[in-house]
């Protein structure tokens, strides 16, 4: 009854387990290599399974019968892996067999292997030890590339790059034909011997290791090799980064910073070096810091920072507190000027003898930068105070201010007229219509100056001088009170001492 039940099962499972490359029942192809598994009571590994293998048509045997000593009855499969990552997945195969199944327990399949690794396993619950790896070479039957092998160094290192106390070599090979077979090392040229975990070194000083491998075909691939120094662990570090902020950004007159404040932190370890730099703005968690600290943000502010270096150490928190306040408005608006005159007034409104011009600017936001004047046909002059203006006449004074933003009010004007005072201190006035010096006209008019004197009379051309350079002196002297007056301006000025200069007058 119990064979009956087993022939039963095995007959279900061939027919749900599909064979890999047709029935199992079905004539094979011919294929040049033959590949044999066998199993039998023993649930726990195959009784017998080919290691290596050549690519090209394959027929792979898999018999669990009782001539392979399966006295049970106990079913297995040969099962190809075609998930696990690493192995070659273009091979299915996964063969039932028992001996009480159709083909008493020994079936074939034809399949066409590739260079690589396959991985197989028995695929019944409870089998899962049932497992092995197939190695195929090259289809032309012969592996002759060697492995690829290198190798990495690593332990703690100090600020010259030397390996502190110890150093750890780790060498790793791979190979896409036969696969690793052995791997080798040796340090500094002693013998090679077998590698089978990472190397440490903690000899001090310089050092070498050599490594090699070898695959199953035989090849072995040429020796690389690492060099490193190794040198003792130092005294403990136990002291602190020394850590500083730096402010910068433009400063008011009470040392707020305006618009923006960068900090800019710097750490320094003479030991083990430093490793970390952070800092906490306004009381948030602390951050790392990667670059200047830039805040845009108006009031008042408090930067934490702190250091660690490699050995721990991590310094005591500090602090840099400053202000930020919002940059000025931009000053588009022109001075507010006006221009007052004073004076003694005849019964007509003329001013008698002199006019005193007053000007005055103000400016709220950047401030007044500079007040100007000129007079009659006069060029634009810097108002320094006050102007008196004693020559006779009509005149008109223009003025404007500019502030520190650059911003130039408009042009505005003041009329008056100035009347003699009724003294003439100059009897047998020189009324000539222009300033003649020496016969040079200089061509700026010859204004009584206010006390019945022209500007030729005051220039008196005709008395006696000790030299030229004494009247040219004394021509400066007068045109420079009359530019102060009013009367002159500084171009006018500047026309008649030239043509004073020209004349031959006390030469």
Known sequence: ???????????????????????????????????????????????????????????????????????????????????????????????????????????EVTVTLSPGRYRYFCAIPGHGQMVGELVVTDGGGTDTTPPEVAATVTGDRDQDGNYVGAATVTVTATDAGSGVDTVEYQVDDTSFQPYTAPVRVTAVGDHSVQFRATDHAG???????????????????????????????????????????????????????????????????????????????????????????????????????????PPPVEDTTPPTVSAT????????????????????????????????YALDAGGWTTYAGPLSVRATGAHTLRYRATDAAGNTSAEQSVTFTVVSDGTDACPGSDTRDTVVIDGDDTGVANVDTGNGCTINDLIDEGAAYPSHAAFVRHVETVTATLVTAGTLTKRQQGAIVRAAARSDIGA
Do not use: C
Not at 9 to 15: I, M, Q, S
Not at 28 to 51: F, N
Not at 55 to 71: C, D, K, L, R
Not at 297 to 313: I, K, Q, S
């Open 1 to 107: 009854m119990n064979r009956r039940l087993t022939a039963v099962l095995a007959a279900l499972l061939l027919a749900v387990l599909p064979m890999a490359g047709g029935s199992a029942t079905a004539a094979p192809r011919v294929a040049e290599q033959v590949l044999t598994w066998t199993a039998d009571d023993d649930i726990t590994r195959y009784k017998s399974a080919p290691t290596q293998a050549v690519a090209g048509q394959t027929t792979i045997v898999f018999e669990n019968s009782a001539a392979t000593g399966n006295t049970t009855g106990m079913p297995h499969t040969l099962t190809f892996d075609t998930t696990t990552e690493g192995y070659n997945h273009d091979v299915t195969v996964n063969i039932l067999a028992n001996p009480y199944d159709p083909s008493d327990g020994r079936h």
């Open 219 to 325: 090849n072995t691939s040429e020796v690389g090799s690492v060099s490193f120094r190794v040198v003792e662990p130092g005294e403990e570090d136990t002291t602190p980064p020394v850590v500083t902020a730096d402010l910068a950004g433009e400063t008011d007159g009470d040392g707020n910073y305006v618009g923006t404040a960068t900090a800019t932190l710097t750490a320094t370890d003479d030991r083990s070096g430093v490793a970390s730099i952070e800092y906490s703005l306004d009381g948030a968690a602390f951050t790392a810091y990667t670059a200047p600290v830039v805040v845009d943000e108006p009031g008042t502010h408090m930067l934490h920072y702190r250091a660690t270096d490699v050995a721990g150490n991590t310094s005591a928190e500090r602090m840099a507190h400053f202000t930020v306040v």
């Open 341 to 372: 005159v004073t004076g003694e007034r005849d019964e007509n409104g003329g001013y008698v003898g002199v006019a005193t011009v007053t000007v005055t600017a103000t400016d709220d936001d950047s401030g007044v930068a500079r007040v100007e």
